[in-house]
């Protein structure tokens, strides 16, 4: 047919757009490689000692603006140290934290959302009177307090905030659950002689997996911001140990002498909060069976 | 208005011309832009609806038979157009006139219903309002109190008990029979030509359909409007239609009255369908059915669309130009080169 | 092996419905409401009727698929309306189920070699070469290529989908498959090719059918017995000859006359019934069907009748079935015009021809090689 052939003649503007499009798709694979590489190698990264202090050259601009020193590209903070090293060797504690949170509240979250949607009745009755009670607190609130309580240590921030942010992912199995079970091929399963166990995890869990995997990102990009604000509030992990909110909570008592300390981690967060959203965009895409084998 | 010389454009031309034609259609062709490339849902369709006649347009899902219908009524989702051909409607020509004009005629000259009545009612008004809603998109001089008591008419006159009381109700208080009767009165109220019906009965209970199908039938004498009915069920046709064309992956491969092409299935996908559907009348050993199924638009077979399903199939089937209508007899079309089968299987007619 | 397949006697499934908001007063639906009816082994016995009237329901109750309201439910000469659910476990091999949508019935994450491989994982049937073999030879049976296994759900048309869905029931070699509106969804031509499927299945595997279907045409081709339930009960039951021509309960009169022949020269003289089906959640009193029905009396307003042997295997409820009631009845015979009849004829030898050649293609093919 003559519909299907293509036209020889392309206009080099689609050409060169094309070229554009297929670059721009790469840059948040780059970036995320950047990102896994600072969290593993930071030490190989990382251009100076994170800890290293100067009261000389402490508050400097970056280095590409009047005033700055050569070797210190993001500037130097309120102790003299480089602000980029900082940020390097934060980002293991940021992505370590937040990730092992979503896994801890995901793995919670998921299992009570898919016995409560599944079995209904009293279970589920007890299970959102429980993510009531928890979503009525604010989620801050909640960690200082506890954190008050056990102390803050880098595991029990993870466990915490990850206890902090189950009711979210098992209010959304749950729904994705009861909309999936009464399908017809949930029925086909149980006809052919399927278990509880088989259809939960085999047929409803695999139907839904992807709306769990995508918001997990998301949520991802909140547990930075709530790591970020804990570490603000002193409740994280503990100085020297670099992190982005710690940063961002140090600068912020020199913001009037030096913009750059709270600037660069406040930037880093928003990027990676956008690079984490992006990629749980690209995975719901690829999660697809729809778009697989045409 | 380009013409797309089509081989037996001529041929219709002449009935087409003939006064008591309502709707016309010559060499209608509707794309759509996919992904795949622009495909053409209506390839190269001639059919002409008589004043006061039943023409059903008969075939299987994604034949073309839906985006036809809203081709007349320039309803066509975004990514499609009408391409070529001309849509000749009581001497006016509807493709490319202004969405202004359209909306004149369409509702109020031309009215359409649809298989699903649920979906095309609005929830969240009475059944009432939606009638003076539909009155008074036409005609904004009519005050709503006489709307009002012209849509209780209209549902009294489909067939609706107490509608006085009913006239005030939601659409999901109503029964699938009863949601598709208010659909039938919305479209009549205003009095149009032609009531383009899109698989009317398809999602009613037989019982509820049988009534539906007497209404149609009942209004139609009453009024003498003209019915485009879309379908697939040949049980339909038969009891409803004056005229039918059969359509296969976007062209008509078969059109004439009901009882030419019942008494003289020529097309093998006529016949195919006719074996293909089950008898309540008899005991069938087997039936004859057709194999494989429709091609997606984007891998339309050359030729003869319907050649890789065909039992008849010969090489010359594959070639451009062997859907070619013929004239077997008069105003009735067949676009099989291998029609009538007995004369070119003789061997097997025996 | 004279007794039957299944047994199903006076089975009933009530739901509790809310029908007021404010006072939360209960109201119960009585989806199936006494229903009893035998299979026996190589049948297919029908069951017709209009949406709502309980027939999808009835169904998963025969399978334990719901649990019932009351009633008893005996499978190859076992009671299996209490069993758990290590026992129902062994009987739901041996009877299995097709769906009407075949869009939903089949888990789109899953891969057609998959689906059909669960049940015989489920089972513990063979190891993972035999079961390989399995499933190429179910999709064989239905008609479906080796390849197709390794495709998604949506990569297919409405028919394939169906026929994966009958291999899929067919994996455990059922003695009984449920086939739940198995054709609606599909095209005509479509359809066709998945009755003679079915009907070619049942004759080589020797399979009992339930077939629930709302289409008396399909019916007339598929069924050997139909029982037609209107509001949860059935009203008529008679082998197939005998109820399509002389049924004698009016509603399935009613039903017969409704349904439009391809034959334009046939009008039909109708039984016009009044009125759209009532809700079973507040069914008429008495006989269900009084309301729409022309020859109601008072006693049919009042009482309930009981279904009642009629002669020929067939049981009627009926107050006036043995009266002469006057209706036109549906005409017999084909309504196919002879230049059809002989065209379609003609299509037929074709097919048994090119059949005959591929054969001997395949023989050839199996000597040579």
């Given at each position: 047919m003559i519909l299907t052939s293509k036209s020889p003649t392309v206009p080099n503007g689609v050409n060169r757009r094309r070229i554009v499009k297929k670059l721009s798709a790469l840059l948040p694979f780059l970036a995320l490689a950047v990102l896994l590489l600072c969290t593993a190698f930071p030490e190989f990264l990382a251009p100076k000692d994170p800890y290293a202090q100067s009261l000389i050259r402490r508050l400097k601009p970056p280095s590409f603006l009047p005033g700055g020193i050569s070797g210190y590209i993001l500037g130097t903070d309120q102790l003299g140290r480089d602000i980029l090293s900082r940020i390097i060797f934060g980002a293991r504690v940021t992505i370590i934290t937040s990730v092992l949170a979503v896994c801890v509240a995901a793995v919670v979250g998921t299992t009570a959302g898919l016995v409560a949607g599944y079995?209904?009745?009293?279970?589920?009755?007890?299970?959102?009177?429980?993510?009531?009670?928890?979503?009525?607190?604010?989620?801050?609130?909640?960690?200082i307090a506890i954190v008050a309580v056990i102390g803050p240590s880098l595991s029990n921030l993870i466990i915490v905030m990850g206890l902090s942010a189950w009711p979210q992912f098992a209010r959304i199995t749950r729904g994705a659950v009861i909309s999936v079970r009464d399908l017809e091929y949930i029925e086909a399963a149980r006809s052919i002689g399927a278990g509880h166990m088989r259809i939960m995890f085999r047929h409803i869990l695999r139907n839904i997996l992807s709306s769990i995997i995508v918001y997990?990102?998301?949520?991802?990009?909140?547990?930075?911001?709530?790591?970020?604000?804990?570490?603000?509030?002193?409740?994280?992990?503990?100085?020297?140990?670099p992190t982005w909110g710690g940063m961002i909570s140090d600068g912020s008592k020199y913001l009037g002498l030096s913009w750059s300390v709270s600037f660069f981690p406040g930037l880093v967060i928003v990027l990676a909060v956008l690079l984490v959203n992006d990629l749980g965009d690209r995975l719901r895409d690829f999660m697809d069976p729809y778009l697989k084998n045409d | 208005m380009t013409q797309k010389s089509s081989p037996y454009f001529s041929e219709l031309r002449a009935d087409s011309v003939s006064h008591d034609v309502v709707l016309s259609i010559a060499g209608l062709r509707t794309t759509f832009r996919t992904d795949a490339g622009e495909v053409a849902a209506v390839d190269g369709v001639n059919i002409s609806l008589r004043r006061g006649k039943t023409l059903a347009i008969v075939g299987e899902s994604g034949c073309g038979k839906s985006m036809l219908s809203l081709s007349i009524m320039q309803l066509l989702p975004g990514n499609g157009r009408v391409s070529d051909g001309r849509i000749d409607f009581e001497g006016k020509m509807l493709v490319g006139v202004p969405e202004a004009e359209m909306q004149a005629i369409r509702g109020k000259r031309i009215a359409m219903i649809f298989?699903?009545?649920?979906?095309?009612?609005?929830?969240?008004?009475?059944?009432?309002?939606?009638?003076?809603?539909?009155?008074?998109?036409h005609d904004k001089d009519?005050?709503?109190?006489?709307a009002r008591e012209r849509a209780i008419k209209a549902l009294k006159r489909v067939g609706i008990p107490a509608a006085e009381r009913r006239v005030d109700e939601y659409p999901h208080q109503l029964s699938g029979g009863m949601r598709q009767r208010v659909m039938i009165a919305m479209a009549l109220v205003c009095e149009p030509e032609v009531l383009i019906a899109d698989e009317p009965t398809t999602a009613l209970d037989v019982t509820v359909q049988a009534q539906i199908l007497e209404l149609l039938k009942s209004l139609q004498n009453e009024t003498g409007m003209s019915i485009i009915l879309i379908t697939h069920d040949l049980g339909v046709v038969a009891e409803m239609a004056d005229d039918m064309a059969v359509m296969y992956a976007g062209r008509i491969v078969e059109t004439g009255s009901v009882s030419d092409v019942f008494d003289d299935p020529q097309h093998p996908y006529t016949l195919g369908l006719l074996g293909s559907t089950p008898k309540i009348s008899e005991d069938a050993k087997r039936l004859v059915a057709i194999k494989g199924s429709v091609p997606p638009l984007f891998r339309m077979p050359t030729g003869c669309r319907f050649h890789p399903r065909c039992d008849f199939c010969i090489a010359e089937c594959k070639i451009e130009g062997a859907s070619r209508m013929s004239e077997i007899s008069e105003g009735h079309f067949v676009a099989c080169i291998r029609a009538p089968v007995e004369e070119n299987c003789r061997e097997l007619a025996e | 092996m004279n007794a039957p397949l299944m047994e199903v006697i006076d089975i009933k499934k009530?739901?509790?419905?809310?029908?007021?908001?404010?006072?939360?007063?209960?109201s119960l639906v009585r989806a199936v409401d006494g229903v009893s009816f035998t299979i026996n082994r190589g049948e297919t016995l029908a069951l017709v009727g209009e949406s709502g009237c309980g027939k999808s329901t009835t169904a998963r109750l025969a399978l334990r698929l719901q649990n019932i309201t009351?009633?008893?439910?005996?499978?190859?000469?076992?009671?299996?309306?209490?069993?758990?659910?290590?026992?129902?476990?062994?009987?739901?091999?041996?009877?299995?189920?097709?769906?009407?949508?075949?869009?939903?019935?089949?888990?789109?994450?899953?891969?057609?070699?998959?689906?059909?491989?669960?049940?015989?994982?489920?089972?513990?049937?063979?190891d993972a070469s035999e079961r390989k073999a399995r499933v190429a030879a179910l999709m064989n049976q239905v008609g479906l290529a080796d390849y197709h296994a390794k495709r998604y759900p949506h990569e297919f048309s409405g028919g394939q989908r169906q026929r994966i869905g009958i291999a899929r029931a067919l994996a455990l070699n059922p003695s009984l498959i449920v086939c739940d509106e198995p054709v609606s969804a599909l095209d005509v031509s479509i359809q066709a090719q998945i009755t003679n499927l079915l009907k070619d299945l049942q004759s080589s595997l020797s399979l009992s059918y339930l077939f629930i279907s709302h289409d008396l045409s399909v019916v007339r081709y598929m069924a050997d017995r139909v029982a037609v339930m209107y509001l949860g009960r059935i009203v008529e039951t008679a082998p197939k000859e005998a109820l399509f021509a002389d049924p004698r309960h009016p509603y399935t009169r009613t039903l017969l006359a409704a349904v439009p022949q391809p034959d334009p020269r046939r009008k039909p003289d109708r039984l016009a019934p009044m009125g759209d089906p009532p809700s079973p959640i507040n069914p008429p009193s008495g006989c269900h069907f009084h309301p729409r029905c022309r020859f109601a009396t008072d006693r049919c307003r009042v009482e309930a009748p009981a279904l009642v042997p009629a002669g020929d295997g067939r049981l009627v409820a009926c107050h006036r079935a043995d009266e002469d009631l006057e209706w036109s009845p549906v005409s017999q015979g084909s309504d196919m015009s002879p230049a059809a009849a002989r065209r379609l004829s003609i299509c037929a030898k074709m097919r048994a021809q090119q059949e005959v050649a591929r054969q001997h293609e395949q023989n050839n093919e199996a000597t040579g090689g």
């Open positions: 079995f209904r009745g009293r279970v589920d009755s007890a299970v959102v009177r429980a993510i009531d009670v928890q979503l009525a607190f604010p989620v801050v609130l909640l960690v997990a990102t998301f949520e991802m990009a909140r547990m930075m911001l709530v790591e970020a604000t804990l570490s603000f509030l002193g409740l994280g992990v503990q100085p020297p140990t | 298989q699903e009545p649920m979906t095309s009612l609005n929830p969240a008004f009475t059944i009432g309002n939606q009638i003076i809603e539909a009155i008074r998109a009519v005050t709503f109190s006489v | 009530h739901f509790p419905a809310n029908s007021s908001f404010l006072s939360g007063e209960k009351s009633g008893t439910i005996k499978f190859e000469g076992m009671d299996i309306t209490s069993s758990n659910a290590r026992a129902l476990h062994d009987v739901r091999r041996r009877m299995q189920i097709i769906f009407q949508d075949p869009f939903a019935s089949l888990n789109p994450r899953m891969k057609v070699g998959e689906i059909l491989e669960e049940p015989l994982v489920i089972y513990g049937v063979g």
